[in-house]
């Protein structure tokens, strides 16, 4: 067992900043969209939380976009570009996830510094950060002051597209979560991955 330094400073703030604020974003959309159901907070204070919320990392969205474009990290999010290598590649970490783990197989996926996510991670979170986490925050900003982007929203077809787009991303994410909190339990201890976005050191297991 080694350790390596995969996670640096900037990207653990943004990645708890980030956690945090979309928990609280789900908690207050759940808020406004069942106020019949929940009552924790006044409508009125659900919607400005959740509004300020959303601006908070719409500036931290931008704070990470920064750092990726102007540091040699960018190579994290570069893509595999031969299809078979990454299908290839793909197909032994489903099958890692499927059966592999459940037989204590050594993960395929070898993380580095400029490689820390496998072949999976590597499309979902180009898809997610480059397409859906825009895409929310564009149809936040436009249910935030629907009179003001008014134009906007009709050439989108109306505020119940906008909304409707907005909500199904919401479940989406929300689903998401559940999924990341549990692929991430499943390094060589429960609390490995977790350590990792604390400390910035990833334990690597040694080759047999």
Partial sequence: MHKLYINPLPVR??????????????????????LDLIQVLSFRTAVVAHNWIGFVLIANFFIWLGFYLFTDKIKVYHPELSPTKYFRASWRQIQYYGYGIFRGDPNPHHPNAYLKFNPLQSMMYQIIMMLLVPLQFFTGVLLWDVTRFSSMVEAFGGVRVVDTVHVLLFILFSGFIIVHVYLSSLGHTPSAHFKAMITGYEEIEEEP
């Fill in 13 to 34: 703030i943004w990645h708890w900043t980030n956690a945090l604020g979309f928990v609280l974003l789900i908690a207050t959309g759940l808020q406004i969209r069942y």
